[in-house]
């Protein structure tokens, strides 16, 4: 699977728009990127995942970039209770396992 | 629905003992299943997963090991614990639909102290 690179940590005001890039440069054509969030001491909660196109759904929306290089997870009115590691996570289809990198701490600020 | 059970919430051990821990899933058939540990401050390490019954594929050489004796259930074993084996322990599954990607879904972990 696919590595990913993401910036270790971000502030965000509380109400704005949380936008949290990722860069998965050497993605193969059937591999999928996923994103999810860990609130401290807590499991891991899946968020939203795409291929190709935008992704939208209650929680956040997918930007996937044309060339499929990177992608960016938008929490469009950020609250006090998004402030978690988010991880960027590509998977291939047939693949078996979830590989996390070290994710992005986002703090909400009020 | 399908829910993940993990227990106990945390555990603090003594060097040297052996350690169980268990996982387990309703709801679901078949489901693909993980360990993961988290050191301090760090990410997620994929220890183990497993596709069916007795299958068991680590991914990091270690004094871990699994075992899956019942289709929805995972367990995690050490027979000598190590100071090193201290972390925030994670067990997690996923749907197997043949060349479909599905989410996996995290149980609320085990914190793991050896002292």
């Known amino acids: 699977d696919a590595k990913t690179t993401q910036p270790p940590s971000m502030d965000c005001a509380e109400g704005r728009a949380a936008n949290l890039p990722c860069n998965h440069s050497t993605i193969s054509g059937n591999e999928y990127v996923y994103w999810y969030r860990q609130i401290h001491s807590q499991g891991p909660q899946y968020i939203i995942h795409g291929l190709k196109n935008n992704e939208t759904n209650e929680m956040a929306s997918l930007i996937i970039t044309e060339d499929r290089k990177s992608s960016t997870l938008i929490l469009p009115h950020a609250t006090l209770r998004d402030t978690a590691v988010y991880y960027c996570i590509v998977r291939s289809p047939t693949g078996n396992q979830f590989y996390f990198g070290t994710g992005t701490s986002l703090t909400v600020i009020p | 629905s399908q829910t993940i059970h993990q227990w106990p919430a945390t555990l603090v051990q003594p060097v040297g003992s052996p350690l169980s821990l268990e996982c387990t899933v309703e709801?679901?058939?078949?489901?693909?299943l993980y360990w993961y540990r988290q050191a301090a401050g760090r990410g997620l390490q994929l220890l183990f997963y497993?596709?069916?019954?007795?299958?068991i594929s680590s991914e990091v050489p270690q004094n871990l090991s699994a075992s899956r004796p019942q289709d929805r259930q995972f367990i995690l074993s050490s027979k000598k614990l190590l100071l090193s084996d201290s972390g925030f322990y994670l067990c997690?599954?996923?749907?197997?639909?043949?060349?479909?990607?599905?989410?996996?879904?995290f149980g609320q972990g085990t914190r793991l102290t050896v002292v």
């Open positions: 497993s596709v069916g019954i007795g299958q």
């Open positions: 709801g679901t058939s078949n489901p693909n």
């Open positions: 997690a599954w996923s749907a197997w639909t043949p060349g479909m990607n599905t989410e996996a879904f």
